[in-house]
């Protein structure tokens, strides 16, 4: 990591309900993008367990636990930057869990907890998802710095929702991650729209580590990992297989586009705060 750039990589893998078998996949592509020199690397949305709805809650965890022990651990022994998509975490006195994000320093410390704010409560094609049914959502907006960057974390369905990503780069915020699980029939039309229009309009780097495959209740998720620069410039993307998408985020030009071209300077927040 030079002083004003990363290397950052957005993993992908297709979990299963399997949590020891998807630490495996998940420490093996960890550990190749740390090899392919890689500064920060992030996991996909519930990559520790994925697919099936009914072993979610023997699957939660507390928040510190076996696997943000992992995490941190992996982090310290490869020196960097460590994402850890989501998990599920344990809400004391519920039955329902989070959908939590949670970032390591190369120290193996814990910078950051993200809950999930945004739930995904849709109809899509013949099949309807309510994540609420399982899930509490998170009050909090979080930012944290890793190294030279301010990191703005977010969980799949808050792509759709660009009043956090504003909120997000007016607190700082140089690169959006957005670990996700798209769904096939969405991801197809809107999963690179999306993640395109947050990085130009908050001027930002986006990094989206995604599930792709078919899950063990018959699903299908979309996949195509990606890296995007603030002018909306696809830096990377994954095939469909695991893998990860690798790119260098030079915040010496997303410094220089954000003077040169001041789209978040020139806000007029109180013409918006009368409209409402």
């Given at each position: 990591?030079?002083?004003?750039?990363?290397?950052?990589?957005?993993?992908?893998?297709?979990?299963?309900?399997?949590?020891?078998?998807?630490?495996?996949?998940?420490?093996?592509?960890?550990?190749?993008?740390?090899?392919a020199g890689a500064d920060?690397?992030?996991?996909?949305?519930?990559?520790?367990?994925?697919?099936?709805?009914?072993?979610?809650?023997?699957?939660?965890?507390?928040?510190?636990?076996?696997?943000?022990?992992?995490?941190?651990?992996?982090?310290?022994?490869?020196?960097?930057?460590?994402?850890?998509?989501?998990?599920?975490?344990?809400?004391?006195?519920?039955?329902?869990?989070?959908?939590?994000?949670?970032?390591?320093?190369?120290?193996?410390?814990?910078?950051?907890?993200?809950?999930?704010?945004?739930?995904?409560?849709?109809?899509?094609?013949d099949r309807e998802y309510?994540?609420?049914?399982?899930?509490?959502?998170?009050?909090?907006?979080?930012?944290?710095?890793?190294?030279?960057a301010t990191i703005g974390?977010?969980?799949?369905?808050?792509?759709?929702?660009?009043?956090?990503?504003?909120?997000?780069?007016?607190?700082?915020?140089?690169?959006?991650?957005?670990?996700?699980?798209?769904?096939?029939?969405?991801?197809?039309?809107?999963?690179?729209?999306?993640?395109?229009?947050?990085?130009?309009?908050?001027?930002?780097?986006?990094?989206?580590?995604?599930?792709?495959?078919?899950?063990?209740?018959?699903?299908?998720?979309?996949?195509?990992?990606?890296?995007?620069?603030?002018?909306?410039?696809?830096?990377?993307?994954?095939?469909?297989?695991?893998?990860?998408?690798?790119?260098?985020?030079?915040?010496?030009?997303?410094?220089?586009?954000?003077?040169?071209?001041?789209?978040?300077?020139?806000?007029?927040?109180?013409?918006?705060?009368?409209?409402?």
């Open positions: 990591m030079s002083e004003r750039r990363i290397i950052a990589a957005a993993v992908q893998m297709s979990s299963t309900p399997d949590r020891e078998e998807n630490k495996k996949t998940a420490e093996r592509l960890i550990r190749e993008a740390a090899s920060l690397v992030s996991l996909p949305e519930l990559w520790s367990c994925h697919g099936l709805e009914k072993v979610y809650r023997e699957n939660a965890e507390s928040i510190p636990g076996p696997t943000t022990d992992f995490l941190g651990s992996l982090a310290r022994e490869l020196g960097i930057y460590l994402l850890g998509g989501s998990i599920l975490e344990k809400v004391p006195g519920s039955t329902r869990l989070h959908n939590t994000s949670t970032l390591f320093a190369p120290s193996g410390d814990l910078l950051a907890v993200y809950r999930k704010i945004h739930l995904f409560d849709v109809k899509v094609a309510l994540e609420s049914r399982t899930m509490a959502p998170g009050e909090q907006i979080v930012t944290a710095k890793a190294g030279p974390l977010s969980v799949c369905y808050d792509v759709r929702f660009p009043e956090l990503y504003r909120m997000l780069a007016l607190a700082g915020a140089e690169i959006l991650m957005v670990p996700a699980a798209f769904t096939l029939q969405t991801g197809k039309d809107h999963w690179e729209l999306l993640l395109r229009a947050r990085a130009v309009e908050n001027q930002a780097y986006v990094v989206a580590p995604a599930q792709w495959g078919q899950k063990a209740d018959g699903r299908w998720t979309y996949g195509r990992s990606m890296i995007v620069d603030p002018w909306g410039v696809v830096l990377a993307r994954c095939p469909d297989r695991d893998g990860f998408a690798l790119a260098p985020l030079d915040l010496g030009y997303l410094e220089r586009l954000r003077a040169e071209f001041p789209a978040l300077a020139n806000r007029r927040p109180e013409v918006y705060r009368s409209a409402l």
